[in-house]
C-alpha cells in the first residue's frame, strides 16, 4: 500500500496540533547595564537547573528594559523555567563563591531557594495541549 504524499502531510500536521501549547515570557526588573541577552531553560524535571540539561532553551535581546521569549509548539506536560541575563555574552551563567550566581537570574513563578536554585516542585507549572499561559519572571541581582 502506498501513501500519498497529501495524506502524509495531513497526518504530519495534525500530529503537531496536538503539541501547540505556547509559553510567552515577559521579563521584569530588567538592568539593560547588565547585559543585552536573556538566556532561557524550559525544564522538565530531570536535569532542573542544570545548563545544558534543558528540554528547550532560546536567547533573546533586551529591547530597552524589556525582554520577552515564546516557546510555540510544547508538548504537555510539568516544566520549570531557569533564566538569566547574560552579563558578558559568554553563554554560561557566571558564578562566584559559594556558586552564587555572579548575573541576574530568575525561576518561573519568581521562587528562589534559600541557599541555591529552588526546587523544581517550587517552580514547576502544567502545560496541557493547545494551552496558552504567560509568565511573567522577576529578574534578581
Excluded: H, W
Excluded at 521584569?28 to 528540554?55: C, H, M, T, V, W
Excluded at 525582554?67 to 506536560?77: E, H, K, L, N
Excluded at 541576574?104 to 529552588?118: A, V
Aim: charged letters at 30%.
Amino acid at each position: 500500500m502506498q501513501i500519498k504524499p497529501s495524506v502524509f502531510a495531513a497526518a504530519l500536521l495534525i500530529g503537531v496540533s496536538a503539541y501547540a501549547a505556547r509559553i510567552e515570557i515577559k521579563f521584569e526588573n530588567i538592568d539593560p547595564e547588565k547585559g543585552k541577552s536573556i538566556r532561557i531553560g524550559l525544564y522538565r524535571q530531570e536535569g532542573f537547573p542544570e545548563e545544558g540539561k534543558q528540554a528547550y532553551s532560546k536567547a533573546v535581546e533586551i529591547e530597552g528594559e524589556e525582554a520577552r521569549a515564546v516557546f510555540d509548539s510544547i508538548p504537555a506536560g510539568t516544566y520549570a523555567i531557569a533564566c538569566y541575563q547574560d552579563s558578558n555574552g559568554n553563554k554560561k551563567l557566571d558564578r562566584g563563591i559559594f556558586n552564587i550566581p555572579k548575573e541576574p537570574c530568575g525561576f518561573s513563578k519568581n521562587k528562589f531557594g534559600r541557599f541555591g536554585p529552588p526546587s523544581f516542585r517550587d517552580v514547576c507549572f502544567d502545560l496541557d495541549e493547545d494551552e496558552e499561559i504567560e509568565l511573567e519572571i522577576k529578574l534578581k541581582y
